[in-house]
């Protein structure tokens, strides 16, 4: 008996619980059915959580996401009153609730997993006035399974009549949503901590002792911390004594953690990791400095980072402080400094006492400055990350930070974003204008701007939370003393690493809360701290007056100082935000971005449905992409008015951003190299489509769809497509274009099961493609049961992002259907054959140059196989037919000499025809000169 599982105010349901589901053979469906008389489970998402995931997801706004809970509830409601049913909260299910388990169990036939402890998201209840009118009707669904039909009438009715009067609420709330939503998020965290952290502080603290024992047992000789007495010696001993002794542990440490240099890594298959000059083009360094990889030093036992808070009274700000810090580590080993530079609170001397942390004090008062240098020269980590003690860290924030010197090999700095408490922008990278003046650029602005949120090469990063190389703290002589006691160092420290070819990087995906002036005040007149702001000024303006000749003059055009290196931008529009995880069009796309970067492109993204995506918004902003979407642009062309004029090349990929916005680009990017990108013909797979199958997928008529194409081909200044086939037709159809074929992109991936070892087919494809699931459909129902006459045990594997329910259909005994998963790498090592049975199509299919790239042999079709120089027999099988098709299969199943030969043949083509060179020289070729 089929059952049926609706998830209530969710995209998709927990992974948890699918993969517990499809292994049980239980169907289910995030749809509301009415019909059958099959039980249901309804889990229902709390409307808290709903709205929140719905406006990261669509830019919906309170309002609008609880009316869309409401009403998905009563819908299911409704569909469901005559079955037998279980009502119950998605949180409840993970948590292990027995009661909720039990009842759901017996009514599916299943046991349902239990999450792992600390693995359920708590989301905290809004405040009923972010609710309005809708908080009543909220709260009478909250039992919905009590309600009478009567109740639930009225309560519909009652929705219905707020709907109607709320249109114009609605546009507003969207517009104001991303601020309210965010402080109540705000408010939230604090609630959390305040709940949590003294019970997860004992557990915390025993780990952090565990890990300082673990470092310090590599090598009790070399790496044990100097005795406290010997300490204030080295402190009180000249600069030179002091540079000697912290080069010799810099050494040591080299030689423990086995340094690398941060020479530019191959482009991945996957988001690719990105060259400093894609941000900012910097001279050549003035030294050669050994700076680590994180992810390499994290598989040691060192410690990669150390976190130093200098300390000056404030004592309940600085507990604060390294309680978020435990709340929110970084998953790599660390270790926590407190110095206290001769605090005159007596509670300051509680701050040793504090689990976990390594704590030192002066015996004089150094100041900012000379505090930061002496908890610099005690750290045990490849890199320090200076943090102000009265600041608050969020969760993955040092993880960002780490990340940012392998996103952007040859990066000297990295600084948070630094929020008020009150959510507002403090600081999103400073600029330096040419009176040596410091902004912090993108204070009091909203926190999720666009414009503050993609990283990007900066003149400095405030000191507050600034993450450094320990290697290129030491070269570049630390903090400078020459402005003691505080104000600069870090501007300072930054144009060093800066002019000497190490960039520096603001990170948005990094958060910091900071208190501004806690510790120095705010008033440069009034406040003897803060007064040294100004007399430094004067100090860095006399060292760097040279330099600062190439900066504007003070409040000069701020959008563009804040780039200033940037002379060349890229604008990319293509349908929705890409996920290079789940097809091969956006992976291409991905590496497009990529290789603009890497050509000194600055890359703006607009997704034509302006829809925001996690977490792969956040993911190209982290790279260094301007993404611009909801709330905070709801027109592309108003975008187009008032920024086109400043892009070189502007590239629409997909025929329905063409046919959308190639006219606006015309009319508004007057200067731009205007790029159509098909990403595949659209015209030659309709046309294949219905040859094939006599009818299109979309509806669409393939003639119609051929002359909008084709006229779009013609009013761009350059064509790309995926595969010279394409590029020969459109020489003979649109011979006076001028075409460019960019193709897909693979680094070396292989893998290391041997043949003998391999069981299993595989097909990947992304399922919104009409080919994909025609040819997994044909795949399981015609070439499956001709296997079965030769290989009865043979399984198939279908796997591919959003999956329409009639591929879940062919699941059985021998036809696993996966959906979406996030790691291939397993399967990839699993299986015998990877299969590419597409009947129609156009361009090159990521799903063979990625088996290929892996050594797993492909049987594929002659369309599959278009753009591919690949040789029948040599390097991959090809066959068209059911029995052509499964015979090559059976071959390949039988045969291992033939299995080793394709293997190693398809990495061949792959590394000499896919590779990153020959994909750069084409798009370099179309970029403007």
């Given at each position: 008996?089929?059952?049926?599982?609706?998830?209530?105010?969710?995209?998709?349901?927990?992974?948890?619980l699918?993969?517990?589901?499809?292994?049980?053979?239980?169907?289910?469906?995030?749809?509301?059915?009415?019909?059958?008389d099959?039980?249901?489970?309804?889990?229902?998402?709390?409307?808290?959580?709903?709205?929140?995931?719905?406006?990261e997801?669509?830019?919906?706004?309170?309002?609008?996401g609880?009316?869309?809970?409401?009403?998905?509830?009563?819908?299911?409601?409704?569909?469901?009153?005559?079955?037998?049913?279980v009502f119950?909260?998605?949180?409840?299910?993970?948590?292990?609730?027995?009661?909720?388990?039990?009842?759901?169990?017996?009514?599916?036939?299943?046991?349902?997993p239990?999450?792992?402890?600390?693995?359920?998201?708590?989301?905290?209840?809004?405040?009923?006035?972010?609710?309005?009118?809708l908080?009543?009707?909220?709260?009478?669904?909250?039992?919905?399974?009590?309600?009478?039909?009567?109740?639930?009438?009225?309560?519909?009715?009652?929705?219905?009549?707020?709907?109607?009067?709320?249109?114009?609420?609605?546009?507003d709330?969207?517009?104001?949503?991303?601020?309210?939503?965010?402080?109540?998020?705000?408010?939230?965290?604090?609630?959390?901590?305040?709940?949590q952290?003294?019970?997860?502080?004992?557990?915390?603290?025993?780990?952090?002792?565990?890990?300082?024992?673990?470092?310090?047992?590599?090598?009790?000789?070399?790496?044990?911390?100097?005795?406290?007495?010997?300490?204030?010696?080295?402190?009180?001993?000249?600069?030179?004594?002091?540079?000697?002794?912290?080069?010799?542990r810099?050494?040591?440490?080299?030689?423990?953690s086995?340094?690398?240099?941060?020479?530019?890594?191959?482009?991945?298959?996957?988001?690719?990791?990105?060259?400093?000059?894609?941000?900012?083009?910097?001279?050549?360094?003035?030294?050669?400095?050994?700076?680590?990889d994180?992810?390499?030093?994290?598989?040691?036992?060192?410690?990669?980072?150390?976190?130093?808070?200098?300390?000056?009274?404030?004592?309940?700000?600085?507990?604060?402080?390294?309680?978020?810090?435990?709340?929110?580590?970084p998953?790599?080993?660390?270790?926590?400094?407190?110095?206290?530079?001769?605090?005159?609170?007596?509670?300051?001397?509680?701050?040793a006492?504090?689990?976990?942390?390594?704590?030192?004090?002066?015996d004089?008062?150094?100041g900012?400055?000379?505090?930061?240098?002496?908890g610099?020269?005690?750290?045990?980590?490849?890199?320090?990350?200076?943090?102000n003690?009265?600041?608050?860290?969020t969760?993955?924030?040092?993880?960002?930070?780490?990340?940012?010197?392998?996103?952007?090999?040859?990066?000297?700095?990295?600084?948070?974003?630094?929020?008020?408490p009150?959510?507002?922008?403090?600081?999103a990278?400073?600029?330096?204008?040419?009176?040596?003046?410091?902004?912090?650029?993108?204070?009091?602005?909203?926190?999720?701007?666009?414009?503050?949120?993609?990283?990007?090469?900066?003149?400095?990063?405030?000191?507050?939370?600034?993450?450094?190389?320990?290697?290129?703290?030491?070269?570049?002589?630390?903090?400078?003393?020459?402005?003691?006691?505080?104000?600069?160092?870090?501007?300072?420290?930054?144009?060093?690493?800066?002019?000497?070819?190490?960039?520096?990087i603001?990170?948005?995906?990094?958060?910091?809360?900071?208190?501004?002036?806690?510790?120095?005040?705010?008033?440069?007149v009034?406040?003897?701290?803060?007064?040294?702001?100004?007399?430094?000024?004067?100090?860095?303006?006399?060292?760097?007056?040279?330099?600062?000749?190439?900066h504007?003059?003070n409040?000069?055009?701020?959008e563009?100082?804040?780039?200033?290196?940037?002379?060349?931008?890229?604008?990319?529009?293509?349908?929705?935000?890409?996920?290079?995880d789940?097809d091969?069009?956006?992976?291409?796309?991905?590496?497009?971005?990529?290789?603009l970067?890497?050509e000194?492109?600055?890359?703006?993204?607009?997704?034509?449905?302006?829809?925001?995506?996690?977490?792969?918004?956040?993911?190209?902003?982290?790279?260094?992409i301007?993404?611009?979407?909801?709330?905070?642009?709801?027109?592309?062309?108003?975008?187009?008015?008032?920024?086109?004029?400043?892009?070189?090349?502007?590239?629409?990929?997909?025929?329905?951003?063409?046919?959308?916005q190639?006219?606006?680009?015309?009319?508004?990017?007057?200067?731009?190299?205007?790029?159509?990108?098909?990403?595949?013909?659209?015209f030659?797979?309709?046309?294949?489509?219905?040859?094939?199958?006599?009818?299109i997928?979309?509806?669409?008529?393939?003639?119609?769809?051929?002359?909008?194409?084709?006229?779009?081909?013609?009013?761009?200044?350059?064509?790309?497509?995926?595969?010279?086939?394409?590029?020969?037709?459109?020489?003979?159809?649109?011979?006076?274009?001028?075409?460019?074929?960019?193709?897909?992109?693979?680094?070396?991936?292989?893998?290391?099961?041997?043949?003998?070892s391999?069981?299993?087919?595989l097909?990947?494809?992304?399922?919104?493609?009409?080919?994909?699931i025609?040819?997994?459909?044909?795949?399981?129902?015609?070439?499956?049961?001709?296997?079965?006459?030769?290989?009865?045990?043979?399984?198939?594997?279908?796997?591919?992002?959003?999956?329409?329910?009639?591929?879940?259909?062919?699941?059985?005994?021998r036809?696993?259907?996966?959906?979406?998963?996030?790691?291939?790498?397993?399967?990839?090592?699993?299986?015998?054959?990877?299969?590419?049975?597409?009947?129609?199509?156009?361009?090159?299919?990521?799903?063979?140059?990625q088996?290929?790239?892996?050594?797993?042999?492909?049987?594929?079709?002659?369309?599959?196989?278009?753009?591919?120089?690949a040789?029948?027999?040599?390097?991959?099988?090809?066959?068209?037919g059911?029995?052509?098709?499964?015979a090559?299969?059976?071959?390949?199943?039988?045969?291992?000499?033939?299995?080793?030969?394709?293997?190693?043949?398809?990495?061949?083509?792959?590394?000499?025809?896919?590779?990153?060179?020959?994909?750069?020289?084409?798009?370099?070729?179309?970029l403007?000169?």
């Amino acid at each position: 008996m089929p059952h049926a599982l609706l998830i209530l105010g969710t995209s998709a349901p927990p992974s948890l619980l699918t993969d517990a589901l499809d292994q049980a053979g239980v169907a289910w469906s995030t749809d509301v059915d009415d019909s059958g008389d099959h039980p249901a489970v309804i889990l229902r998402e709390s409307p808290h959580a709903a709205a929140r995931r719905l406006f990261e997801r669509d830019g919906a706004s309170l309002l609008r996401g609880g009316v869309m809970w409401a009403r998905q509830l009563l819908d299911a409601e409704q569909a469901t009153r005559d079955r037998s049913r279980v009502f119950a909260s998605v949180d409840a299910v993970l948590r292990g609730d027995a009661d909720t388990l039990a009842a759901i169990s017996g009514l599916i036939g299943t046991e349902l997993p239990v999450a792992p402890p600390g693995q359920v998201e708590v989301v905290d209840a809004l405040p009923e006035r972010a609710w309005g009118p809708l908080a009543d009707v909220i709260t009478a669904l909250d039992a919905v399974a009590e309600r009478t039909p009567d109740e639930l009438a009225a309560i519909d009715a009652r929705l219905d009549d707020l709907v109607a009067g709320a249109a114009d609420q609605f546009a507003d709330l969207d517009r104001t949503t991303a601020r309210s939503l965010h402080t109540m998020r705000r408010a939230g965290e604090h609630q959390r901590w305040l709940e949590q952290l003294e019970e997860n502080q004992r557990a915390q603290a025993e780990e952090l002792l565990r890990l300082d024992r673990a470092v310090t047992s590599l090598d009790k000789k070399k790496r044990r911390p100097l005795p406290e007495r010997a300490a204030r010696k080295i402190q009180r001993a000249p600069r030179a004594i002091r540079r000697r002794a912290s080069i010799q542990r810099r050494k040591l440490q080299a030689l423990k953690s086995g340094q690398v240099s941060g020479a530019t890594p191959p482009l991945s298959a996957h988001p690719s990791p990105v060259p400093h000059g894609a941000l900012a083009p910097a001279a050549s360094p003035t030294a050669s400095v050994a700076v680590p990889d994180p992810e390499r030093l994290a598989e040691i036992a060192g410690v990669v980072v150390s976190i130093i808070i200098p300390v000056y009274n404030e004592v309940r700000l600085t507990e604060k402080c390294v309680k978020t810090v435990r709340h929110n580590p970084p998953s790599v080993p660390h270790e926590l400094i407190l110095v206290n530079d001769c605090s005159t609170d007596p509670e300051a001397r509680r701050l040793a006492d504090l689990d976990g942390v390594r704590y030192f004090e002066n015996d004089t008062n150094l100041g900012f400055v000379g505090t930061c240098n002496r908890g610099a020269a005690e750290a045990r980590g490849a890199y320090l990350f200076f943090l102000n003690s009265d600041t608050e860290m969020t969760s993955g924030a040092l993880d960002a930070m780490l990340a940012t010197f392998r996103l952007f090999p040859g990066t000297g700095a990295v600084g948070a974003k630094l929020l008020f408490p009150d959510g507002k922008v403090q600081d999103a990278g400073g600029i330096v204008w040419q009176d040596a003046s410091a902004w912090n650029y993108g204070r009091d602005r909203h926190p999720a701007d666009p414009e503050l949120n993609y990283a990007r090469a900066v003149d400095y990063v405030a000191g507050a939370a600034l993450m450094v190389p320990a290697a290129l703290f030491e070269h570049f002589g630390g903090f400078d003393a020459y402005y003691s006691p505080a104000y600069y160092e870090d501007v300072d420290l930054c144009m060093k690493l800066t002019h000497g070819g190490w960039p520096v990087i603001y990170q948005p995906a990094a958060v910091v809360y900071h208190r501004e002036g806690a510790s120095y005040g705010t008033d440069v007149v009034r406040d003897q701290g803060k007064h040294n702001q100004v007399i430094n000024r004067d100090k860095f303006l006399r060292r760097w007056k040279d330099e600062l000749l190439a900066h504007r003059p003070n409040g000069a055009q701020p959008e563009l100082e804040k780039e200033r290196s940037i002379t060349k931008r890229a604008l990319v529009i293509d349908a929705r935000v890409v996920t290079a995880d789940q097809d091969a069009g956006s992976l291409r796309m991905s590496n497009l971005f990529a290789i603009l970067q890497r050509e000194g492109y600055k890359v703006t993204f607009i997704p034509q449905n302006l829809l925001f995506h996690q977490p792969y918004v956040r993911q190209l902003q982290a790279r260094g992409i301007e993404v611009h979407t909801r709330p905070f642009l709801d027109d592309v062309e108003d975008f187009l008015h008032d920024r086109g004029p400043e892009f070189d090349v502007v590239i629409l990929s997909r025929l329905e951003v063409a046919e959308q916005q190639l006219d606006a680009v015309r009319r508004w990017c007057t200067t731009s190299t205007i790029i159509y990108d098909t990403v595949d013909l659209h015209f030659l797979r309709e046309e294949r489509e219905m040859a094939v199958r006599g009818a299109i997928t979309t509806g669409g008529d393939h003639a119609a769809t051929r002359r909008s194409e084709l006229s779009a081909i013609a009013r761009s200044d350059i064509t790309f497509v995926c595969s010279t086939v394409e590029a020969e037709l459109l020489a003979e159809v649109v011979p006076d274009t001028r075409v460019e074929v960019v193709s897909l992109v693979h680094d070396e991936a292989p893998t290391t099961t041997p043949a003998s070892s391999r069981r299993g087919l595989l097909f990947v494809g992304g399922m919104e493609h009409p080919p994909n699931i025609d040819g997994a459909t044909w795949m399981a129902t015609a070439i499956m049961p001709l296997l079965a006459r030769t290989h009865p045990d043979v399984e198939l594997h279908i796997v591919g992002s959003k999956m329409p329910p009639e591929l879940h259909e062919l699941a059985g005994p021998r036809v696993r259907v996966h959906g979406f998963v996030e790691d291939l790498e397993p399967l990839y090592e699993q299986v015998r054959v990877c299969l590419a049975p597409l009947r129609f199509g156009a361009g090159v299919k990521g799903k063979i140059t990625q088996a290929m790239v892996r050594g797993v042999p492909t049987v594929a079709t002659t369309v599959a196989m278009e753009g591919i120089p690949a040789v029948d027999g040599e390097s991959v099988l090809i066959a068209d037919g059911a029995e052509a098709f499964a015979a090559a299969v059976a071959r390949l199943l039988d045969d291992d000499e033939l299995w080793c030969l394709l293997a190693t043949s398809g990495q061949r083509v792959v590394a000499e025809h896919f590779s990153i060179d020959a994909l750069t020289e084409r798009v370099r070729r179309a970029l403007p000169r």
